[in-house]
């Protein structure tokens, strides 16, 4: 994990504790982890300070007895605390957690498009997810998978005749074949940009895709019936076509070119 020597990263890690004393903890296990020799106590609060966080002597001092007696440090005579190996394990996983969560954050960030541009961009980023989910859907896609693909595409198929916006349930179906393709790493990061995608579709009252939507159920039945089938070839043939064609219509109507669709490539 990097240092914690800037105020703005304190101001970020902090996003990711409940309260101000939890986040006190965590740095100062993290500032123990860094040395083999004993830290004391004023040390350890000017670190705090340094790093945009204001702590009473008398927290820290609190704290840090509470580190003992869960035994992740240890005083040493009158010269200042030392992580255990304890310690050392429970800081180690919360540092995996906090990058974890960070990078998540990030990537929640980065998933927010603001124009038609961050949009296309977004679209090619799902079309690159969506052929490996697909592949693999066609590879281990259970019975129960399978049935759900075909009742999120009657449901699909349902909207579109009553002419309700088909974009939220054209994603489910997208959404079921992450799932079917059981690798939960795809399925968080799909579900992630879906659901930034429909945020800003919502924006937009005129948006070019709603128009397609019994060309897209023709498509997702398509991409169905392959998985069904276990053709893992042609799911993905049938999955990057079905992306260009919507990164196509988003091209025409907003007027910018893309690098991911079919005709840039």
């Avoid at 927290?59 to 035994?71: E, F, P, S, W, Y």
């Avoid at 790493?185 to 924006?203: D, H, Q, V």
């Amino acid at each position: 994990m990097k240092g914690l020597s800037k105020k703005t990263t304190i101001l970020e890690e902090y996003d990711f504790f409940s309260t101000k004393g939890e986040l006190t903890e965590f740095l100062l296990l993290k500032k123990l982890s860094e040395t083999n020799e004993p830290v004391g106590s004023w040390v350890l609060k000017t670190m705090l300070e340094v790093n945009g966080l204001e702590v009473s002597t008398a927290t820290v001092g609190r704290i840090l007895k509470t580190l003992d007696a869960k035994k992740y440090s240890k005083l040493v005579e009158n010269q200042g605390r030392l992580l255990t190996a304890k310690g050392q394990t429970y800081i180690s996983h919360l540092s995996d957690e906090v990058e974890r969560m960070r990078l998540q954050q990030n990537l929640m960030e980065a998933s927010k498009p603001g124009d038609f541009g961050e949009l296309l961009d977004l679209i090619i980023a799902r079309k690159t997810i969506e052929c490996e989910t697909v592949r693999l859907a066609a590879l281990r896609a259970t019975v129960d998978h399978i049935e759900d693909l075909y009742h999120s595409l009657e449901d699909h198929d349902h909207d579109v005749s009553c002419k309700k916006d088909p974009n939220p349930v054209a994603c489910i179906f997208h959404e079921k074949i992450a799932e079917a393709s059981q690798n939960r790493f795809l399925i968080a990061t799909l579900n992630i940009l879906i659901y930034e995608e429909l945020k800003l579709e919502s924006k937009i009252s005129d948006l070019i895709t709603r128009e397609k939507g019994a060309e897209y159920v023709q498509h997702h039945r398509l991409i169905a019936d392959a998985i069904r089938d276990r053709n893992a070839d042609l799911a993905v043939r049938y999955m990057q076509e079905h992306m260009d064609a919507m990164l196509s219509a988003i091209e025409e109507q907003s007027g910018v070119v893309s690098y991911g669709s079919k005709k840039q490539t």
